[in-house]
């Protein structure tokens, strides 16, 4: 999985999971899977990683990945 976005991509959240798409259409890539209610998606070229929030029963939390992890902020 790359996470180095170098050419235009649309990011977008679908509630279960967070997905970028080249601006064709021609290639679609999971990001992050296995969320309970992702929204607000957002991305830091600078430090490469995607940040979105989660939200649930038990309140919302605001998560992020960079490269091969995932932390809470």
Known sequence: MNFLVEKPMLIFANKHNIKQIDLRGMKIEIVVDNLT?????????????????????????????????????
């Open 37 to 73: 209610n992702a929204v607000a998606v957002d991305y830091d070229y600078a430090d490469s990683c995607f940040y979105w929030s989660d939200i649930s029963n038990q309140g919302s939390t605001i998560k992020r990945k960079c490269k091969d992890t995932v932390s809470e902020v």
